[in-house]
């Protein structure tokens, strides 16, 4: 049985820095592609960044660039995405997703991309 838990969230003052972990079991890891998404109340689910099987391929979406970052633990199966510079715009329950890599010749972006999907963890930043 596939798992993917977030967890790191809670309540910061703008400025301030987050680091949101995704522990995953019941799927081999190295083998997965891991993206971050988020969704802030009455609004879709966007993207926020994504990794490759080794960390070194990433993307991120524009409106998080160069203030979080997302990385990867092989040995621990965990995803991370620390925040940085957080901005009240932040505030949304950050979803972790995986999906299979192989055959995929670029990082998925969209949702419907996705297979397996965590609980969600909130994060609310405070002005």
């Known amino acids: 049985q596939v798992q993917l838990v977030e967890s790191g969230g809670g309540l910061v003052q703008a400025g301030g820095s987050l680091r949101l972990s995704c522990a995953t079991s019941?799927?081999?890891?190295?083998?997965?592609?891991m993206g971050w998404f988020r969704q802030a109340p009455g609004k879709e689910r966007d993207f926020v960044a994504a990794?490759?099987?080794?960390?070194?391929?990433?993307s991120y979406a524009d409106s998080v660039k160069g203030r979080f970052t997302i990385s990867r633990d092989i040995a621990k199966n965990t995803v991370y995405l620390q925040m940085n510079s957080l901005k009240p715009e932040d505030t949304a329950v950050y979803y972790c997703?995986?999906?299979?890599?192989?055959?995929?010749?670029?990082?998925?972006?969209?949702?419907?991309?996705?297979?397996?999907w965590g609980q969600g963890t909130q994060v609310t930043v405070s002005s």
């Open positions: 019941g799927l081999m890891f190295g083998s997965y592609f």
């Open positions: 997703a995986a999906v299979r890599g192989r055959g995929k010749v670029s990082l998925p972006k969209e949702g419907y991309e996705y297979v397996y």
């Open positions: 990794i490759g099987w080794s960390g070194d391929s990433t």
